[in-house]
């Protein structure tokens, strides 16, 4: 008997969205506090469990300046949700990694409104398809 579309998506360990911007509001990019806030506001979204407070710094570049920015990551239970943001070069991107299956619109929609995100590209992958359930 072949599997139904919703078996078969849920098979593997889940799902691994990534996001890319490549325009996005400077002032917004720029804001640890935003960032934090989106870190926390994407598990309740999803209806995942953080395990740890997020944890957002600003990168001053190093060696390449231009490259500043805010990177965040908060661990969830479930996995992981990271952002990094390059205000100098107006780009954003963000991963949200979780080994429970989540509608992948909710947070592109919540961080494309909160950073005034343009341009997007974004990929999910099935990931763990060899993952033991029993």
Known sequence: MAKSKKETAREGFGLHLTIDAARGHKEKLSDLNLV??????????????????????????GSKPEDRGVSGIVMIAESHVSIHTFPHKNFF???????????????????KDKFGLDDLETNVVKRGHKFPRT
């Not at 926390?40 to 407070?53: E, V």
């Not at 991107?93 to 961080?111: Q, R």
């Open 93 to 111: 991107t963000a991963d949200v990694y979780s080994c429970s299956f989540f509608d992948p619109d909710k947070p592109i929609w919540y961080l």
């Open 36 to 61: 934090r806030r989106a870190l926390n506001d994407i598990p309740k979204i999803l209806g995942m469990h953080k395990i740890a407070k997020p944890q957002v710094l600003w990168y001053d570049g």
